[in-house]
């Protein structure tokens, strides 16, 4: 069990770019072999998914929604026991509730990025994230 914990929201200006990092609590606790999200909740609206990055295979899925796609990059560092999420060129619309969530990864993968979202089952507070224009 890992207790995600999210930091590096705050306030931006559109067009700036943002880095959210994830790591766990206490810090002894390691993120390897699991897999690791970021989500977002905007207010009003519900949480949806926006990077995923998995430890087999160093795979990352990455959301393919319009308002996101090309924007928005995930990486791990191990040693740091750190997941990133790589924010560029934000929007108001991106202004939201971001967070982190892990579980220990599924060896038969996982079929899209809903099937991520409902395996993962610890999650994070949440960082906030808002965006002026």
């Known amino acids: 069990q890992v207790y995600p914990v999210e930091s590096g929201g705050g306030l931006a200006q559109a067009g700036d770019s943002l880095t959210l990092s994830c790591t766990t609590s206490?810090?002894?606790?390691?993120?390897?072999?699991?897999?690791v999200g970021w989500f977002r909740q905007a207010p009003g609206k519900e949480r949806e998914f926006v990077a995923a990055t998995l430890w087999h295979g160093a795979n990352s899925w990455l959301s393919q929604v319009d308002s996101m796609r090309g924007r928005f990059f995930i990486t791990r560092d191990n040693a740091k026991n750190t997941v990133y999420l790589q924010m560029n060129d934000l929007k108001s619309e991106d202004t939201a509730v971001y967070y982190c969530?892990?579980?220990?990864?599924?060896?038969?993968?996982?079929?899209?990025?809903?099937?991520?979202?409902?395996?993962?089952?610890?999650w994070g507070k949440g960082t906030l994230v808002t965006v002026s224009s």
């Open positions: 206490p810090r002894t606790r390691t993120l390897t072999t699991y897999a």
């Open positions: 969530a892990a579980d220990e990864e599924r060896q038969s993968g996982y079929s899209d990025s809903h099937d991520i979202q409902s395996a993962m089952r610890y």
